[in-house]
Nanobody, 121 residues
């Protein structure tokens, strides 16, 4: 099993910045990808950004140029730097980790509890 602990959410004014962190722990053999998804009230959960173990990144069009995802493989931690935030970014942000776990090298898709990001206009 993999446990994900997120931090860094909060309330910020439009145009401001926040940095989210997510640390993975547990019986991890290898992390394949880590990423962030978000869900606004009344909407489906959507991809924000992902990063592979090799550093390849993928972003939703709505955040390109404003958000940056990065990863510290030694700490099994992923970060999301969010700049130029706007009210439309308000949502619950969830960390996701796709990993192989010991002892059977089983593939798993894991989610954090989420952290609220609120951007005021």
């Amino acid at each position: 099993q993999v446990q994900l602990v997120e931090s860094g959410g909060g309330l910020v004014q439009a145009g401001g910045s926040l940095r989210l962190s997510c640390a993975a722990s547990g019986s991890i053999f290898s992390i394949i990808t880590m990423g962030w998804y978000r869900q606004a009230p009344g909407k489906q959960r959507e991809l924000v950004a992902t990063i592979t173990s090799g550093g390849s990144t993928n972003y939703a069009d709505s955040v390109k140029g404003r958000f940056t995802i990065s990863r510290d493989n030694a700490k099994n931690t992923v970060y999301l730097q969010m700049n130029s935030l706007c009210p439309e970014d308000t949502a619950f942000y969830y960390c996701n980790c796709k990993a192989l776990t010991r002892p059977a090298l089983r593939y798993g898709d894991y989610w954090g509890q989420g952290t609220q990001v609120t951007v005021s206009s």
